[in-house]
């Protein structure tokens, strides 16, 4: 499908937005997928936060000039669909588990802010527990010390009171 001048202009900036605002990309060849498969990756992807599209690898050569993605520009020969998105694991792991279901759709590379990844790294990234989880994990460890903490002072209070009940009890 070709574009004019002006439509060009208008992917790149849209692209470049995209990136500027990324904290990873995700390349996959999607040879052989039917339009309905691409499709609900596209929801999935939507309903994760990530930019997913298939652009001509001219627009998103030019989109990265000058970003730290920019290294990706050698990776970007034939059919392939971007994955662009604010969380690297969130990213890196619905391609992952879409290339998982479909034998068709390989992840060719990524990178994140200055590292170029092979598909192998970014499956590895997808291993990773989500942003979330690892925050929730280190609130968890914070808190544990102090929850301990806070039952043993009240322990204190709490035996006293014990003692007197059974000395009521006990007269």
Same mark, same amino acid.
């Not at 020969?77 to 694991?89: F, M």
């Not at 929730?136 to 039952?151: D, E, I, Y």
């Given at each position: ?21 990324? $904290? ?7 040879? @052989?997928? #039917?339009? *309905? $498969?691409?499709? $609900? ?26 970003t730290p993605f920019? *290294? ?10 971007? *994955?662009? #998105? ?23 590379? #990524?990178?994140?802010? @200055?590292?170029?990844?092979? *598909? +192998? ?21 914070? $808190?544990?010390?102090?929850? +301990? ?13 014990? #003692? ?8």
């Amino acid at each position: 499908m070709s574009h004019n001048l002006e439509e060009k202009k208008a992917i790149v900036a849209e692209v470049s937005d995209q990136i500027a605002e990324a $904290q990873a990309i995700v390349i996959a060849e999607y040879r @052989g997928l #039917g339009v *309905g $498969q691409l499709t $609900q990756l596209r929801v999935k992807a939507r309903e994760s936060g990530i930019y997913f599209r298939v652009i001509k690898n001219t627009f998103v050569r030019r989109a990265v000039v000058d970003t730290p993605f920019s *290294g990706l520009a050698e990776s970007m020969v034939g059919p392939l669909a971007y *994955g662009i #998105g604010s969380d690297p694991v969130i990213t890196a792991k619905v391609l992952h588990e879409f290339a998982k279901d479909n034998d068709r759709f390989v992840i060719k590379a #990524g990178a994140m802010a @200055g590292t170029v990844m092979s *598909g +192998k790294d970014v499956a590895a990234l997808a291993a990773l527990p989500s942003r979330e989880e690892l925050l929730s994990r280190l609130l968890g460890t914070l $808190q544990a010390p102090v929850a +301990k903490f806070v039952r043993t002072l009240n322990e204190v209070p709490s035996k006293f009171v014990r #003692g007197l009940a059974a000395v009521c009890d006990k007269k």
